[in-house]
């Protein structure tokens, strides 16, 4: 049990374009996500948080208008960032909170994100 | 009063011995304290988590020790194998928050 997915696990884009990065808890409902965002040999740094049903919380120095959060439902948060430039490259992991407000964050395989 | 101080940064072991990585906090208001074993390229993977109500948790090799005076803990993994080479992070959460709080990671070498 507890499981999360993450799709794509790699993207190469264009710098200018956007990306789409989806979280799905796969057999557990999760009403808050989290989204980080990890460099080589670095620790995670969480971007944002993201709750079922409403705005997504963004930590300080995140660009909420460039790291788009949806959590549209139960099961899926999405991340999109906008206008990618090289610098955006990241490996990026979601992490679904367990339900019945437990402490346990499941994560994601990933995603690396790679902007030319 | 946020952050998880975690050493060493990198850990070299022969197979078989016993890999030691510490932690330590600063927020008494924390109330669980997990640890994550991350490969290349994968997830944070949950390895072993302990609450303070508890000083030690043992899972097959992997034992959690937990002082809450000194406000430290640590992950200790016996009899350790090449297998479990990754990069180990600490982490906690608590009282008004429910984000983790990471640690830096450690990058363990089990030496065949």
């Known amino acids: 049990g507890a499981v999360v997915s993450q799709h794509p696990s790699w993207v190469i884009c264009k710098s200018g374009t956007s990306v789409k990065i989806e979280c799905r808890s796969l057999d557990f409902q999760a009403t808050t996500m989290f989204w980080y965002r990890q460099f080589p040999k670095q620790s995670l740094m969480l971007m944002a948080t993201?709750?079922?049903?409403?705005?997504?919380?963004?930590e300080q120095g995140v660009e909420k208008d460039k790291f788009l959060i949806n959590h549209a439902s139960l099961t899926l948060s999405t991340l999109t960032v906008t206008s990618a430039h090289p610098e955006d490259s990241s490996f990026y992991i979601c992490?679904?909170?367990?339900?019945?407000?437990?402490?346990?964050?499941?994560f994601g395989p990933g995603t690396r994100l790679t902007v030319l | 009063q946020q952050q998880v101080k975690q050493s060493p940064q990198s850990l070299i072991v022969q197979k078989g011995g016993i890999s030691i990585i510490n932690c330590a906090y600063e927020?008494?208001?924390?109330?669980?304290f997990p640890w994550y074993q991350q490969f290349p390229g994968k997830g944070p993977a949950l390895l072993i988590a302990?609450?303070?109500?508890?000083s030690e948790k043992k899972e097959g090799r992997f034992t959690i020790s937990f002082n809450k005076s000194a406000k430290q803990f640590s992950l200790h993994i016996m009899d350790s194998q090449p297998g479990d080479s990754a990069t180990y992070f600490c982490?906690?959460?608590?009282?008004?928050?429910?984000?983790?709080?990471f640690g830096t990671g450690t990058l363990l070498a089990v030496q065949p």
């Open positions: 982490a906690a959460t608590g009282g008004a928050t429910n984000k983790l709080i």
């Open positions: 302990i609450r303070p109500d508890v």
């Open positions: 993201s709750n079922e049903g409403s705005k997504a919380t963004y």
């Open positions: 992490s679904a909170r367990a339900p019945l407000g437990l402490n346990e964050q499941f």
């Open positions: 927020n008494t208001a924390f109330d669980y």
